[in-house]
């Protein structure tokens, strides 16, 4: 499934047992067993393994998670921080029982808030029951999924020596705001002392 390597026997058993949990509303909110913690972070694991990362500084990742519980969901965003967005996210699906059985990442796009918008378009046509959040889909096929972001995945992907150059790009650029901010000061500076309102003219005799 797009590109990923499979769970342990082990692992995958103890992923069939966290979404019978799940989907039988077993679990209390806020709490996380520790079948739930193993599958979880191995998913993650297993997600980051088949990208080129070459650190979340630089370009924006578009992420599939999949959601069980009660009412489980696929869900599909984008971010420059990727492990903090997902974070976030697993916070909020403990609260209300539900936990991650599945995930995928890109690598860093360029553009990724324009291919995410795209990607929803095509998920919206497909799925009939309206999406949770707008980013939620609560009838969505993960494996499906997984196969369209890998596409946008594989067309729109910064190379390394792309990541090198929006790296350079991004200390120019910030470089150049802080001359820039440095000038303007100095700038208002000289016609606060034209005008005395600072230095040894201020006040007058």
């Given amino acids: 499934m797009a590109q ?83 974070g976030t996210h697993l916070n909020e699906y403990h609260c209300n029982g539900h936990g991650l059985v599945d995930a995928w990442i890109s690598n860093p796009l360029l553009d990724a808030r324009s291919q995410e918008t795209g990607i929803h378009q095509v ?18 096929d993960f494996e499906s999924i997984c196969e369209l972001v890998a596409a946008v995945d594989a067309k729109y992907s910064l190379t390394e020596e792309q990541v090198r ?16 901010e440095l000038r303007a000061i100095e700038r208002h500076a000289e016609r606060a002392f034209e005008a005395g309102e600072i230095g040894g003219n201020a006040g007058g005799s």
């Fill in 4 to 86: 990923q390597q499979p769970l342990s026997p082990e692992l995958e058993a103890q992923r069939e047992e966290y979404v019978r949990l799940l989907r039988a509303g077993q679990l209390s909110p806020y709490t996380l067993p520790a079948v739930g913690a193993a599958v979880e972070k191995a998913v993650l694991a297993r997600a980051w393994a088949r990208t080129r990362d070459p650190g979340e500084t630089v370009g924006s990742r578009i992420y599939v998670l999949s959601v069980a519980g009660t009412h489980g969901r696929v869900k599909v965003g984008t971010a420059g921080n990727v492990g903090d967005r997902i």
């Fill in 123 to 140: 998920l919206r046509a497909l799925f009939h029951r309206p999406s949770y959040r707008r980013e939620e889909y609560p009838d969505g």
């Fill in 165 to 180: 150059f929006h790296e350079w790009e991004q200390r120019e650029r910030a470089r150049a705001r802080d001359e820039e």
